[in-house]
């Protein structure tokens, strides 16, 4: 029979390797649980990588809702990535405007240097998103008038 101090000795000992072992146990179930998640997250990418997330449909990009054109992927890759397409849709601009947007993108907005995409963008948006000529909004026509009552 052991000696009661020799008892009160192992207890606290007992007490912490226990402790220890049912937090192995926790940090172990959130290790899987964090790497399924991630695999998960992966499989959810390459899931909708295959169904098309680049898919084109009647002439527009079905993701961004932006026109089929010779540089549209660059557009995509490089602008989507901070901000939504109707932006662009948006903002029509000749291809001196669009390079002052972009070198204002990089001095404020933390924009990475384009490289020889930049002119393959602005090429592909001055060819499908050109300035329209017309004031800030299309003239009124075949309005029927009425006067009011007083």
């Not at 146990?25 to 997330?53: C, H, M, P, R």
């Not at 084109?56 to 490089?78: A, D, K, P, Q």
């Not at 602008?79 to 397409?85: F, G, L, P, S, Y």
């Not at 662009?88 to 002052?100: D, F, G, P, Y």
């Amino acid at each position: 029979m052991q000696d009661s101090s020799n008892n009160r000795i192992n207890r606290p000992l007992k007490i912490a390797l226990r402790v220890f072992a049912i937090t192995l146990t926790i940090a172990g179930v959130v290790l899987f649980l964090v790497k399924s998640s991630t695999l998960s997250n992966d499989k959810v990418e390459q899931e909708y990588v295959a169904q098309g997330a680049n898919r084109i449909e009647n002439g527009i990009h079905v993701r961004t809702g932006l026109i089929e054109g010779e540089g549209l992927m660059e557009v995509v890759y490089n602008c989507t990535n901070c901000h939504t397409a109707q932006i662009i849709i948006q903002n029509r601009m000749n291809a001196e405007a669009w390079a002052t947007t972009i070198d204002w993108m990089q001095e404020t907005q933390n924009l990475w240097d384009l490289g020889e995409n930049e002119d393959i963008i602005i090429n592909y948006l001055v060819t499908n998103y050109p300035v329209k000529p017309k004031g800030r909004r299309v003239n009124l026509v075949d309005v029927e008038w009425y006067e009011l009552d007083e």
